[in-house]
Each structure stands twice: as C-alpha cells, then as structure tokens.
C-alpha cells in the first residue's frame, strides 16, 4: 500500500475515524486512500476554518482527536483562527497537511509556502515526512501527541510523493498517558489556603466545569464557605437541573474584579490566574486583587476530579452535599426581542441533553442565570476569542453527538466569519438549530470604542463597526446553503420556531431581530 | 496626538489612503483615530481574506499601498492565505495588526498568539512597535518597505498601548526606490541567445504582461523570431484590440511542455523559470526542455520595459511593428452553457476599459483566445493558487478604479472561500459583475484525482469533491448579502443578464449553470 493508505489505516487504527476535510491538487492520493478504506466519517468542508472549529468541538464532545485535511500553507492558514480556539479549548487534533513533492518544493511553486513556520505558531507538534516508510509511524506520533491529555495540536505534513509512494502497513499508535495525578503537596496548599480564615475562592477550567469535578467543588464550597466560580469561557461546561448552579466570571473588566473583590486565596483547578482578554487605559490586567494569593490545585493537564476528590477528603467535604439545581425554567415571554427575552425562550425550550454553542457575544452575556434549572445540557464556548468558530463548533458537536440536539447561539457579526459551515449542516444533516441573534453591529466593538474613551464616533467610526447598510439577510443566507430557514420579530414568534424546530430533525435556522 | 493618530497622519501622508479593515478591541484607538482624520477611506470587510486580497488588487491597479487592519493574532490569520497570492503577485500592502498592550502580552490572555511568528510567513517586512514614540518611524518604514518594487509586505504590528500613549507627529515617509536598471550583461546575454540560431522564447510575467512591455516584446519577436508568452497566471495584464495578442504558458503539465517543447533558450522577463503548480507521478517539475538555456532578462524586482528597449535597441527591433489585435469579438451565442459559449458572451459584451478578475479556475481556461480583440481592458489573476481571491480581488480593483466596471469571472467553489466580499460590494456600491460559474464541484480536483491515477473514485471521493447536495444557490447568497443576482441556464439569458448587468451601475451577480 502506497504511503497515503498506509496513514489513513494507522488513523483508523489509532482510533481517529473522521476527518473534516477541504482537500487540493496534492492530497488526491490521501483521498483516493480515504475512499478505499473502511472507517472513516469524510465531512467536506467548504473552507478551513469550518474543519478546525468542527474538530475543536468534536475532541470537546468524544475526548478524542479528529482529523482535518488541508490544502498546503494557505489551506493551514486557511484554517489557523480555529487551531488558536482549539488551543485554548485544550481539545486535541491531527492535522494532516498536504504538502508539495520532496523533489519538487526547490523549485519555489506558485503554492509553495513554509508550512511548518504556519503551523508552528499554532502547533504543539509538527512533523514533515520525509518519505513514504515514515508516514505510518509519523502518523501514529501525530495521533499520540494530539492525545496527551489535556489535548494538543499535532500536525503533520505530507509531501504529495510520501502519499504515492509505496509505503509501510499501517504503524501501531502508542496509547496516550493519562492525565497525572497532581502532588499531595499541591493538595494540601489548597486546603491551608481553604483552612487560612480568608475569603478563598476556587476557579474551575477545562475538565474543573464537567459535571463531576465541579459537584465535587460545590461539596468544598458547601462544607467550608469557600467560593466557586467558572472561567469566563469554557470549552465544555455540563450543566442544567441536578447539577451545580456554577456561574462563570464576567468578561468585563469591572464585572470581573467585582466577582472577586475580597478574595484571599485562588485556587485554580483546570485553568490559569485569571487576566482580562484586553488592556484598557487605567484598568488592571489581572483580574483579581494583587495581594490575593494564588494556588494551583490542578493544571489543565492535570486529573481535576482526582485532586479535587482528595481535596474534599482532606476538608472533610467528601460527604457533604453539593448544591444542585431543582427543575425551573422562566416562563414563555411575550412581547419585544430583548437579551432577557431570548434567554427566556432558549432556557424554557431548551431539548433534553443538547449541546448548546454559544458564540452570543453581547447578546448572550445574561443568558446563564435563565437556563440553570433547564433540562441537562452540555455549554461550548469560544475560547480563545478568534470570533468565527460557533457554527463550526456546531457542525463538529452534531457530528460527534448524532443522537443529541445542537443549539447554535450565534451573533451575525461572527457568524459571517464562518458561514460556510451551513452548509456542511445541510449536507451532512446535521441536527441543528442556529439562533442568530441579528442586531446587524459589531455590538460588542460599539462598547469597546466607549470603552477606550473614543467617546462620540463620527460616521467613519461608526460604519466600522456595523453590519447595516445593506443588512444581512440570513434567511436568503441559510437557503443559499440549502438550510431551511425563517425570521422573527417577536418573543413569540421566535418560541414558536424554536419549538418547530427542535422537534424537527436537521439543520434550521432562526434569524432573531433583536 | 497619540500614537495611533500619529500613525494614520503618516499614512496618508505617505499615500497610503485606503484600509481595508475588519478590528476588533485592540484597534479601537486605530479606529477613532481614523474616525477623526481626512484622507482615508475605510472599507469595512466581514472577513479579513476579504481585506488582504481586496488589497492585493488595489496594489495591482494603481501601484501604491494600501492597507489592512487586522485583528491580532487570528485575524492575521485569516488574511494569510491571500497575503501568500499577493506575495505571489509581487504586490506592495502595509497591514496594521493590533496585539495586546506591551505590558499586558505576559499574561497570555485568551488571544495571545505569536503575532511574529504568523507575519513572518508572509511578509518581507515585520515589526512591532515597542512605544508609542516610534508608532510615526515604524508606519513611514513599513510604507518605504510595502513600496519596494515590485511590492512588498509590511507587517505592522501595533500593541494597544503604543496607540493610545501620547506620541509624536507623523513621520515623512522615505519614497521608495525605483525599479533597478538591469546590468548590460543581461541584455547581452539575451541578445547572444536570441542570434544563437536556435529557438528562443521570451517568457513574460509581471510587469512584462503590461501594454508597454509587451509591445517592445513583440517587436523583438517579430524583427527575430524569437516566441514571446505570458506566465501562467498573470497579476496584470494589460490586453483587447490594439494590443498583443499575448498567450500564457498553460496550467496542466502535458500543456505547458508542448507550448516549450524544442526551445534552446528561455529568456525570462519579470518572472522565474516556470515550474509545474504541482508534482505529478512520471512527470517533471520544469516546464521547459532540460537542455534549454535559461537567461534572466529581468527579474520581477527590476525594469523590464528599460530591459526590454535595451534589447530591442540591440536585436535592431526599436523600430519593428509589434504584432497587435485587430477589433473583434465572437459572435453572441446560442443555446447551451459551455465554457466556450460562456467565452464568447462575455466577450461580446465587455464593457469598454473593463477590469476582469479570473478566478474561473477550469471553466475559464479557454477564455483568453475568445477575448483578444475585445475593447482594451486588464485582466488580473489568481496568481499564488490559494484559492479564495477571485471575489476580494474584485472589491480591492472596483475599490482603486471607481470609473471603471469590474467583470468577476468566478467559480463556484472558489467563490465560497470569500464570499463575504459580496457584502463589501453591497456596502461601497462597487461596480462589479459577478458571474459565478456554477458546476457545482471542485472540477478542477476530479481532474486532479484522475491525474494522480485514481481512475474510478468512489463514494466518498466524489462527495469530497462535489459541491452538490445540496447545491449552492448563489442567487440566495447574494441576495443575503444585499447585492442583487439572476440566475441562466442558456447563453441568450447569459448574454441578456451580462448586458443589463453592464449597463447599470453597482454590483450584480449572474449564477451561470454550467
């Protein structure tokens, strides 16, 4: 078998069965050996970034690594905004990169580019093969180091004649390590910090805002007063009736240092000190105070549930209950579009066990407190800020998750970055409602203009930042890509069609002019 | 004024008056500087591919600069792959990339990313500005640098703190140099190779596509015999009746050999030795017989209408008739769409002093033939094979050009890389129209896939390389993003739609099924 099967078997083989694809000239042998071998989900992609963002989601939701296929430098490229999402979502991927033939790349074709410097900026890992007997074995490095728990980047690059050339079999994939255990000593810092008579609070990330860790922080929290609190973005946060009611820390400056006003003690489970996403004149990177001190309980790299169960064993919490959600949802509203409103309709509508996708920016900032008492859902964030990834997120989390429903919380202002991934939706037939929350700004970039002082904008300013004149049509939009699609106006109207379509199989989409 | 003012003051004076933008938080400083300072027009673009390849073109068609404002890390990121065509066009840009304020970048906020590191794979010039006093310096630098001939990317990277600090006036801008005289030494080695008796051929590329250059090429050709030909995919090239009926090496390998087969000398001007866009099993990498000798007349960076007058001077071809088109289109066709009944409409029709934008992929390349006596127009190239340029060159040309109409000669699949540039010709009324050559698939892959010897693919090929199920309904997606669009199905309602289209002012898209 030529290289380029050799590599699709070691993937299967390894575990890694899709592959979200947006293939070129020189990956034909790479899709010719897809096409003979068993085992393999192909999901075309319309553009790179779609692949990146669908395998971000698809790792967050299996807790193993998919594949993206793409095109040379400018296809990575192509598709990098996603890889720095995955990155700070900690999820893992195989990246397999097409790349001009060993003998040919001298010659400085019109494609010719530096992937490994374009992956680089982006990767834990990179690797060129450099003939066709390594590709197996570099294929299985790739998929033990996208593994490592809590996931990494790894991204191989594969020269057209490494693919045809005729290769190994398929190379057996060393099983990844489990995350460590963390050290006592680290155990017991947290439980002085928790015993010291301050204020400590402690902040879940990653693995910390699952179902499990985070009861086990609520039974700390319970017993010994202790605050807790979620990062202000996470990659896949289980919550919902019967679980922890556990808030999230503002992305304002302010509502930030507000939340942890007071604190005495951090410690952090899953996630890093927590720094604003941006500088502002005169206000502080760090958003908690600076005489606060800070322990880590766990790094994302680490087992959170295991350190947080032996540090509920030492503050003698392992018995105590946590507090969880009752049953409750806001009534269905009436009236005008409004944050509150949505919020309504999405958390009294909510499907049983969906997979909620939330790239609301403004419009979603209050939409948390709504949906604490809903049927149990799994939350997705964009997080690393690279606006563009909640319709993809959507297209990776259905195709992991065939059996539950996807809700896409999206704003038009990102959602535009990104909107091929309809059709990929369509295509595959993907069970998906997208929510476009349509208020045709730059919303959040209106804020932040007053926010830097630039207090009054002129026109220029102003056209800069809004999505008017002409205003997206997302209905036309959707139906362009073959997804069925409708327009509200009114709380009503938007619960209706929330309704229809969550009852309803594949992708729909509302556009909600709020 | 602070340093982001004193960034735009030098800006505009130093010619760089339009940005192609897409901020975000870090930019806001940039934005509300622009916002109070004439003489730069701000081009909003939804996504920031839009912007780099709208830049692209707007360096192609008049010369100068202009620039980009990206959003850090990943809004680079996104630009990237059509940086690589414009590097690849040998154009000139300055991007304004914003990052995290100089004292806030050690806390690795959720968008950190190595700015550098991503720049630095396309640009021939980067830097970061470490205060605001050296913002006015650093923005005159990247100018002199951007202006290069023949064009060069300037990557200014702009922390949030340098724009908002205090800083200086703007800065005077060092003028470029202009293109260098080729040695003597070249010219006689190109006269030596043409008197050598043997065949010699004349290979044309950047500025050796424009009017001048090839005029004083085809004199040479006729006073000697020696073959004069385009590269394969040109920037700018400057062609209709009136002018020479310039060919370009074909895209496919076995194409390209026979349009080079038996010549003795190649002699280059503007571009490099032509090499396959990829490697094929059993194929070669050079476009051009092995033992033919290989002369550089004039690289793309020097003054190929100084060299080629020095030449003609030599070979006693100054006065020499050059060989010209006379006046004349294809008759309007009738009945089905194929690619040459699409030529020969879109001949007929084109509008006097048109810019043609051919990212027509494999519809469109049979086009040029149809088109030599045509009235006078440019026509600009895909020219670095990322794909996703066609639509944001348009904007960036229609953009530089406002007087005349730009004709997008577009494919379906390439188009859906960039098709938010559609709302960008929406929101600046740019006169354009947009035929999409609708065949549903990555045609060009199909071919691809049979080339690499993967004769019958299967299911899972073809569905990797259609883009049907469901179909792109491009008339939807325009109308989503408020630009107006029919669709044909014959040549008459092809021909009918184009002229309308060509009358009116403002952007139109015609969804050619074919």
Request: proline share 6%; hydrophobic share 45%; glycine share 10%.
């Amino acid at each position: 078998m030529n290289g380029a099967e050799s590599l699709v078997r070691t993937l299967v083989g390894g575990g890694v069965t899709v592959s979200f694809t947006n293939p070129g000239t020189s990956e034909m042998h790479f899709v010719a050996a897809l096409d003979r071998v068993d085992g393999m989900r192909c999901v075309l992609c319309l553009h790179e970034n779609v692949a990146t963002g669908a395998a971000d989601a698809y790792y967050r939701m299996t807790g193993t690594p998919g594949s993206t296929l793409l095109h040379l430098g400018p296809g990575l490229a192509n598709g990098l905004a996603n890889l720095h999402n995955l990155k700070r979502a900690r999820s893992g991927v195989v990246n397999i990169v097409g790349e001009h033939a060993t003998y040919h790349r001298q010659y400085d074709a019109p494609l010719t580019s530096d992937i490994e410097g374009i992956a680089g900026s982006m990767s834990h890992w990179v690797k060129t093969s450099v003939s066709a007997a390594d590709v197996a074995v570099d294929g299985a490095a790739a998929i033990t180091a996208a593994s490592q728990p809590p996931g990494q980047i790894a991204t191989l690059i594969l020269p057209a004649d490494t693919a045809w050339t005729e290769g190994t079999g398929p190379a057996p994939v060393e099983a990844a390590a489990a995350p460590a255990k963390v050290a006592e000593a680290a155990v017991e810092a947290a439980a002085k910090a928790i015993a010291a008579g301050g204020r400590p609070m402690i902040l879940l990330g990653t693995d910390g805002v699952r179902e499990k860790a985070a009861a086990l922080a609520s039974r700390i929290a319970e017993k010994t007063g202790a605050r807790i609190l979620g990062q202000t973005s996470v990659a896949r946060m289980e919550r919902g009736a019967g679980r922890v009611p556990l808030e999230r820390l503002p992305y304002p400056v302010d509502g930030a240092l507000a939340a942890t006003k007071g604190i005495t003690h951090l410690i952090l489970v899953g996630t890093t000190a927590p720094v604003a996403f941006f500088a502002y004149p005169n206000k502080p990177s760090l958003l908690y105070p600076a005489d606060a001190e800070v322990i880590t309980l766990a790094t994302p790299a680490e087992d959170a549930v295991d350190a947080l169960e032996r540090l509920a064993e030492r503050v003698g919490a392992s018995k105590t209950a946590p507090k969880l959600t009752a049953p409750g949802v806001p009534d269905l509203p009436k009236g005008a579009l409004t944050p509150e409103t949505i919020a309504a309709v999405v958390s009294h509508l909510m499907p049983e066990n969906a997979i909620v996708v939330d790239e609301s920016v403004t419009t979603g900032r209050g939409f948390f407190p709504y949906s604490f008492g809903a049927p149990q859902h799994d939350w997705l964030q964009l997080t690393g800020g690279a606006i563009g990834e909640g319709l993809p997120l959507a297209v990776g989390a259905a195709v992991a998750c065939p059996d539950r429903k996807v809700v896409s919380l999206q704003a038009d202002g990102s959602g535009m970055y990104s909107l091929q991934a309809l059709w990929t939706m369509a295509r595959e037939k993907l069970d998906v409602v997208v929510c476009i929350w349509a208020n045709r700004a730059y919303a959040i970039l209106k804020h932040e203009l007053a926010n830097v002082g630039a207090e009054n904008p002129g026109r220029k300013a102003h056209d800069m930042l809004s999505l008017g004149d002409p205003d997206l049509d997302w209905v036309s939009l959707a139906r362009g890509m073959g997804v069925e699609a409708t327009r509200v106006d009114t709380a009503e109207r938007f619960a209706d069609a929330f309704a229809s379509a969550s009852r309803r199989k594949g992708p729909f989409l509302i556009e909600v002019l709020c």
